[in-house]
């Protein structure tokens, strides 16, 4: 490993460690779009293990995701996510056992469409958390 490579790696963790609940949350829907362009680039090069390998982390994430779910806080919302999730999870199995890149395709297009409304709900929860912190100074 090199210098750079570790220098980033801790400032990558550093980035985690401090992230807020709506920045982790970004990160992990960041990591499943990524690992899923790849799993679906591995999938058109036939490069089985790899689209295995990456399908499996996108469905590591989904199934994270399911189990930070609090129903009884969020409601309706928390419920359709999990619905939603089960889908995504079922639609990558399906993707993973026919080495199929449009299930594929068509869960990283759902990632992306919630990612737009997490980063939007973080920002928002940023800002709200810097008036109460310059109201409190």
Not at 35 to 47: M, V
């Amino acid at each position: 490993m090199t210098m750079y490579q570790g220098s980033y790696a801790q400032y990558r963790t550093v980035g985690t460690v401090t992230a807020s609940p709506g920045d982790l949350l970004v990160q992990l829907y960041q990591a499943a779009i990524r690992n899923g362009a790849l799993a679906s680039g591995a999938i058109e090069k036939r490069d089985v293990p790899r689209a295995h390998h990456h399908i499996t982390r996108v469905q590591d994430i989904l199934a994270e995701l399911r189990r930070t779910l609090d129903v009884e806080r969020g409601g309706e919302i928390a419920q359709l996510l999990d619905r939603l999730y089960s889908y995504m999870l079922h639609r990558l199995f399906i993707a993973n056992v026919n080495k199929d890149r449009g299930p594929v395709d068509e869960v990283v297009g759902l990632l992306r469409q919630l990612l737009s409304a997490w980063q939007v709900a973080a920002r928002t929860s940023r800002r709200s958390a810097g008036s109460i912190d310059d109201a409190v100074a």
